[in-house]
C-alpha cells in the first residue's frame, strides 16, 4: 500500500470514528447538536452572567439614579423600559438586578453543592451510624417549610445579600445532599472502589480521586437546577421585605412594590419577565444537562451516538495494523 | 417537545407587541405648576380643597354612616387600651371637655379639627363639664352637667351621671397599672387627686409642675365610665360590657371585621349649631365601621358606595378627584410627621458636630421631593409642628425665617459639600434604621441619591416592624432613624426636641431650649397664646440647629360621600377621639337612593 492509500484508508478509518473531545467541549457540542432548548437556556444564563458582569457598562443610569425621568413615565426611546415613581431608569435597575440574581444564584448554588456534596458523600460512603444519624438530620431539616425557614432566619440575621446568598445555600444543599448521597451508595460498591480501597488508598483519596469525579454529573444538574431555585426563593424573600436591602434593586423586590402597578403595567411586567426568561432558562439547561449526563437515558449504545468503546478500540488496532504493514 | 418552542415563540411575540404598543413619544401632562424635571411630571392637587360651608339644609333623621378603616378595634377599656387606640370609646363615652363644635366648620369655621391631637384649652368646649374653672394654677374645678344619663342598658340601667363618676373614672385611670396616663404620668398620677366636692362639682388639684400635663389629660383624654361596669365585670374589655354617656351604643363587634353602633334615644346633647340646632342628636340611626386592612379594597369599597368614608393617601387621591367628581374630600397635614432623627449626643459622632447636621440638611432637595415626587401636594416646613388654624399663633412658614435659615432648607450640594469638608468629614458613611415600607424606603432612596452628591454614602437598614418600633421606643440606634414625632398637642412640652421621651428621638439636650421649656411651664394650661408666642420665638434658633432631617410631608385625605352632611373633614371631636365624625353628622336619604338607588 502507498503511504497515501494508507494515509487515504486511515482517514475514512478516523471518520468513522468520534473524535475525543475533553469532557466539557464534548458536552457542550453534544448540548447544541442534541438539545437546541437546553442551549438556549444556556445562552439565557449566559447573558444573565455577562449583564451582570458588565451591569455598570451597561446600564445607561445608575441604579437609584432619581429623577432622570419623570416619574411613572411609560417606556419610551430615552427610558427603554419606562421609569418607576422616583424617576430611576427601570432598565438599569433591572441590569443591575441580574447582577443580584447572578450573585445570588451562583452563590448559593455553589455553596449548596458544596454542602450537599460534603454531606452526602461523607454520609453515603461511610454509611452505618453515620449515615443514620446524618439523615435523620436532613430528614428534620427537610421536614420545615423552606420558606418558612427562611423568613425566620432572615428576620433574625437581618436582610443582606450574603445572608440571603448563605441562607438559600445551606438550604439547598442539605435538602440535594441526598441526591448526592444515593448517587454514592450506587458507586461505592464498583470495583474500582473495592480496589482501590483494597490496595490501602486512604478514605480521603479515594473520595477526591475515585468518588468525587464519578459523581460530578448530577452535582452539575443540581447546580443549575438550585440556581433557578434560589432566584426564584430570592425574589420570593425579596418580595416579602426580607431579602435585598433598599434601594438595591433586585427583581422580586422590583415586583413587590405593587403601589403604582395599576398605572405604570411596566413595574410589574418587565421584572416578572426577567425573572421568568432567566428561571427558564436556568430550568432548560439544568433539564438538557440532565439528559445528556445522566447514564440512564444514553440509551443502549451509549453517549457517542451509535458507536461503542469496543468498536472505537477495534477500529483503533485496525488503524495500527493499517500502519504497521505499510 | 415540539410545543416548547412554539410557545416560546408565541410569548415573545405577544411581550415584543405589548413593548411596541407602550412605546411612544413622551408627553407632558401637567394640571397644575410645578417644576419639570427631564420627562413627564404627573402633577396632583395643588390647590387648597373647596371650602364646605356649614349645612344649610335641614337635617334628617335615620341612615347609617359607614367608615372603612385599615386596622382592628385594639380594645374597649382605656385602663387597658390607649386612648387613641380604643376607638369605640369615643362614641360610647365622653370626656368632660371636647372641641367647640359651634367654632368649628358648621358654626364660625375658627377652626377645621382636622389635627387629631388637638389640645388647646382655650376652643374647648363643656361635654360632660358644663363649665370649668381654674382659680389658681394647681387646681381645676368641674361643674358637672346635670341631667346626663348613661346608656340604659344592665347593670346601670340608665341613671344620671354624677360627679362621683368623674372621681371614679379618674382616679382608676390613674391607678390602674396598665393604664396609658399611669404608666405615662407617673409622677402627674402621684401628685393629682381627684375630689367630688358636690354632687356635680368635681375638684382637681396637682402640683404646679403637674399642671400642664394634668390639663392635659384628665380634661380631654380620659373617658368616664360607670363603676357599676367594673364591680360587676371587673372590667370593660369585652365590647358586650361598654357603657357610657355617649351618643351610640356598642351593638356589636365582630373582630377583624365590623363594629356597630347604634343610636342612644337618651343622649343629652342637642344640635349646638345649624339649622338643626335644639335638634336631639345624634341624627343617625347606627353607625359601622368596616375593618378592611387591604387599601385598595377600602379605596373599592368607597369607589363602589359600598362605604361612607375613607381616608386615603396623596397618590390615590388625585385619581379619585379626577374620576370620581360627586365625591367630598378635605386634606391637611397629619401631625404627626416623619423624620430623620440622629444621635446628636455622642460626641465622637460626625452627626454631634452642627456643620455636618447643617450640611446634611442643605444636601436634600425638599423642593423636588414637594414638587416631582408629591406632586407639589406636599409641605416641606413640618417639624417640629405643622401648619393649622388651631396652632397658627406657634407655627412659623418656612418664608417668615431667618434668611440664614431658610437658606439651610435650599438645596444647596456645593454648599454643603463645602461645609462637610470644614468639618472633617469630606466622606461620610451613615446608616440609618427604618421600617421596610414602600414609603420609608422611597423617600430615604431619594434622600440616599441626594446625599451621594455631597458625598455621603447613606445606607438603608430596613428593619421589620417589631424591631423599629423597638429601635424608636428606645431611641436605640447608633446613628439615625426614621421615626414620626409626637402630635401637636405636646408641643408645649417641646417633646420632639427636648427631654428623655421617643420623640427626641436627636437626644437634643440644649440649654436655650430648656430656658425656653421652663419659661413655657409656667403658661401650662393657664395661656395658651403666650406658649405659642414663646415657641414661635424659639423655632428660628432649633431650626437652625438641624437636629432632625425633615422630610417634605404630603398631604393626608378624606374623602365621604356626597349625602354624607353635617360633616366636613374634620378627624376627631375632642383630643385623639378618633371616628367620632358622625356624631354630628346626617344622611340624606334621598340624595343617596337618587344616586345610587338605595
Not at chain 2, 416548547?4 to 413619544?25: D, G
Request: charge should be positive; include cysteine; aromatic fraction near 12%.
Amino acid at each position: 500500500m502507498t503511504e497515501g492509500a494508507r494515509v487515504a484508508g486511515s482517514t475514512e478509518i478516523s471518520k468513522a470514528i468520534p473524535k475525543h473531545y475533553p469532557f466539557f467541549i464534548d458536552l457542550l457540542i453534544r448540548l447544541v447538536r442534541q438539545k437546541p432548548l437546553g442551549t438556549v437556556g444556556g445562552v439565557i444564563v449566559l447573558v444573565l452572567f455577562l449583564v451582570g458582569i458588565f451591569a455598570p457598562l451597561l446600564a445607561p443610569f445608575g441604579f437609584n439614579e432619581i429623577y432622570v425621568g419623570g416619574p411613572l413615565e411609560q417606556p419610551s426611546l430615552n427610558h427603554l423600559m419606562g421609569t418607576d415613581n422616583i424617576g430611576r431608569d427601570l432598565f438599569s435597575r433591572i441590569v443591575y438586578g441580574a447582577r443580584i440574581s447572578m450573585y445570588v444564584g451562583l452563590g448559593a448554588s455553589t455553596i449548596g453543592a458544596f454542602l450537599a456534596t460534603a454531606i452526602g458523600t461523607i454520609s453515603g460512603y461511610i454509611g452505618g451510624k453515620t449515615d443514620i444519624v446524618i439523615q435523620r438530620l436532613v430528614d428534620a431539616w427537610m421536614c420545615f417549610p423552606a420558606l418558612f425557614i427562611l423568613l425566620t432566619v432572615m428576620a433574625i440575621v437581618g436582610p443582606g445579600l450574603v445572608q440571603v446568598t448563605v441562607v438559600l445555600g445551606i438550604l439547598y444543599g442539605i435538602g440535594s445532599s441526598r441526591i448526592v448521597r444515593s448517587t454514592v451508595i450506587s458507586i461505592k460498591n464498583n470495583t474500582y472502589i473495592e480496589a482501590a480501597r483494597a490496595i490501602g488508598c486512604p478514605v480521603s483519596k479515594t473520595l477526591l480521586r475515585h468518588v468525587l469525579p464519578n459523581i460530578m454529573a448530577p452535582i452539575i444538574i443540581l447546580f443549575t437546577i438550585n440556581m433557578g431555585a434560589a432566584i426564584l426563593a430570592e425574589a420570593s424573600i425579596s418580595f416579602l421585605g426580607f431579602g435585598i436591602p433598599p434601594p438595591t434593586p433586585s427583581w422580586g423586590g422590583m415586583l413587590s412594590e405593587t403601589r403604582f402597578m395599576l398605572q405604570a403595567w411596566w413595574l410589574a411586567i418587565w421584572p416578572g419577565i426577567a425573572l421568568s426568561i432567566v428561571v427558564y432558562g436556568i430550568n432548560m439547561l439544568g433539564d438538557a444537562l440532565r439528559d445528556l449526563l445522566d447514564p440512564r437515558l444514553r440509551g443502549g449504545l451509549g453517549r457517542y451516538g451509535g458507536v461503542s468503546k469496543k468498536l472505537i478500540k477495534e477500529n483503533k488496532r485496525q488503524i495500527a495494523r493499517a500502519t504497521i504493514k505499510n | 417537545m415540539k410545543k416548547h418552542p412554539v410557545w416560546l415563540v408565541l410569548s415573545v411575540i405577544i411581550i415584543l407587541i405589548m413593548a411596541l404598543v407602550s412605546c411612544k413619544q413622551t408627553t407632558t401632562t401637567t394640571e397644575g405648576t410645578g417644576t419639570t424635571v427631564k420627562g413627564q411630571i404627573i402633577q396632583r392637587v395643588t390647590e387648597t380643597p373647596p371650602v364646605i360651608p356649614p349645612s344649610v339644609e335641614t337635617p334628617k333623621y335615620g341612615g347609617t354612616f359607614v367608615y372603612a378603616r385599615e386596622t382592628d378595634i385594639q380594645g374597649f377599656d382605656e385602663a387597658f387600651t390607649q386612648h387613641f387606640l380604643a376607638d369605640t370609646l369615643h362614641s360610647t363615652n365622653e370626656e368632660l371637655l371636647s372641641h367647640d363644635w359651634t367654632r368649628g366648620p358648621a358654626g364660625t369655621a375658627e377652626f377645621d379639627y382636622q389635627l387629631p391631637g388637638i389640645n388647646r384649652l382655650d376652643i374647648k368646649a363643656g361635654t360632660l363639664a358644663e363649665s370649668w374653672e381654674i382659680p389658681e394654677r394647681g387646681r381645676m374645678i368641674f361643674h358637672i352637667r346635670q341631667g346626663v344619663s348613661f346608656q340604659n342598658k344592665p347593670p346601670v340601667n340608665g341613671r344620671e351621671l354624677v360627679a362621683d363618676d368623674v372621681v371614679y373614672s379618674l382616679n382608676r385611670l390613674m391607678t390602674e397599672p396598665r393604664s396609658y396616663i399611669k404608666a405615662g404620668y407617673p409622677a402627674m398620677c402621684a401628685a393629682t387627686t381627684v375630689t367630688a366636692t358636690g354632687k356635680y362639682k368635681v375638684e382637681i388639684k396637682t402640683s404646679e409642675a403637674e399642671f400642664g400635663n394634668m390639663t392635659s389629660l384628665l380634661p380631654d383624654f380620659a373617658n368616664i365610665i360607670p363603676h357599676e361596669v367594673i364591680e360587676t365585670y371587673g372590667d370593660m374589655r369585652d365590647w358586650k360590657n361598654a357603657c357610657g354617656t355617649g351618643p351610640f351604643i356598642l351593638s356589636d363587634f365582630v373582630a377583624g371585621s365590623a363594629v356597630t353602633l347604634t343610636r342612644n334615644s337618651n343622649y343629652w346633647r342637642t344640635d349646638p349649631v345649624g339649622p338643626g340646632k335644639g335638634n336631639k342628636l345624634p341624627y343617625l340611626d347606627s353607625c359601622k365601621m368596616l375593618i378592611i386592612p387591604d387599601m385598595s379594597a377600602r379605596y373599592a369599597a368607597l369607589r363602589t358606595a359600598k362605604v361612607d368614608w375613607c381616608g386615603v393617601t396623596w397618590d390615590e387621591a388625585a385619581n379619585l378627584r379626577k374620576n370620581y367628581p360627586t365625591l367630598k374630600w378635605a386634606k391637611f397635614i397629619h401631625d404627626t410627621v416623619y423624620v430623620i432623627y440622629m444621635r446628636t449626643d455622642k460626641a465622637d459622632s460626625p452627626l454631634s458636630n452642627l456643620k455636618v447636621r447643617q450640611a446634611l440638611t442643605m444636601g436634600v432637595d425638599y423642593t423636588t421631593l414637594k414638587d416631582v415626587f408629591y406632586g407639589g401636594d406636599a409641605q416641606i416646613m413640618c417639624w417640629p409642628v405643622v401648619q393649622s388654624k388651631e396652632y397658627a399663633g406657634a407655627y412659623v412658614p418656612l418664608e417668615q425665617y431667618p434668611q440664614e435659615v431658610q437658606d439651610l432648607y435650599k438645596y444647596q450640594p456645593e454648599k454643603a459639600r463645602a461645609l462637610l469638608a470644614e468639618a472633617g468629614y469630606p466622606s461620610l458613611k451613615l446608616t440609618i434604621v427604618c421600617y421596610n415600607t414602600p414609603t420609608q424606603v422611597d423617600v430615604l432612596s431619594q434622600v440616599k441619591a441626594f446625599w451621594e452628591k455631597i458625598g455621603v454614602d447613606l445606607t438603608i437598614d430596613a428593619k421589620d416592624y417589631a424591631v423599629w418600633t423597638a429601635a424608636m421606643t428606645r431611641r436605640s440606634y447608633d446613628q439615625m432613624l426614621y421615626s414620626y414625632t409626637s402630635g401637636i398637642g405636646t408641643f408645649w412640652k417641646m417633646i420632639n426636641y427636648n427631654g428623655t421621651s421617643q420623640f427626641n428621638g436627636s437626644y437634643v439636650n440644649d440649654p436655650k431650649v430648656l430656658e425656653a421649656y421652663t419659661e413655657m411651664q409656667k403658661y401650662a394650661g393657664i395661656d395658651e397664646k403666650k406658649m405659642d408666642e414663646i415657641h414661635r420665638n424659639i423655632l428660628p434658633y432649633v431650626l437652625s440647629q438641624c437636629w432632625v432631617i425633615t422630610r417634605t410631608t404630603p398631604y393626608t385625605y378624606y374623602f365621604w360621600q356626597p349625602w354624607v352632611k353635617n360633616y366636613y373633614g374634620q378627624t376627631a371631636n375632642g383630643y385623639y377621639d378618633y371616628y367620632t365624625a358622625h356624631n354630628y353628622a346626617w344622611i340624606d336619604l334621598e340624595l343617596r337612593k337618587q344616586m345610587i338607588g338605595k
